[in-house]
């Protein structure tokens, strides 16, 4: 599984961003699709994930109804539409995918900075 990540940025408060992975290597149809983040000195935190269908949707509590986590199957790209943006929203962003109970394939991530 290859994943990568982009579409990151400096952008002000209040501002969007769409960040983009391609997945490639497998078929994903039986994935579940993710974004993380981790922010300088704390722990990796979960963003959102998707199943590859994107009928099941979770977001984490700090981006629920900010962020938006969705796939183009044809495209086999994972997005991450990032609205009101804040400062503490200032991460690198990793992509991941899992497939049943395996553990996470990670992309190498991309950086977001919000300026206040």
């Known amino acids: 599984v290859q994943l990568q990540a982009s579409g990151g940025g400096l952008v002000q408060a209040g501002g969007s961003l769409r960040l983009s992975c391609a997945a490639s290597g497998r078929t994903f149809s039986s994935f579940v699709m993710g974004w993380f983040r981790q922010a300088p000195g704390k722990e990796r935190e979960f963003v959102a994930t998707s199943s590859w269908s994107g009928t099941s949707t979770y977001y984490g509590g700090s981006v629920k109804g900010r962020f938006t986590i969705s796939i183009d199957n044809a495209k086999n790209t994972v997005f991450l539409q990032m609205n009101s943006l804040k400062p503490e929203d200032t991460a690198i962003y990793y992509c991941?995918?899992?497939?049943?109970?395996?553990?996470?394939?990670w992309g190498q991530g991309t950086l977001v900075t919000v300026s206040s």
């Open positions: 991941a995918a899992r497939e049943g109970g395996s553990g996470w394939y």
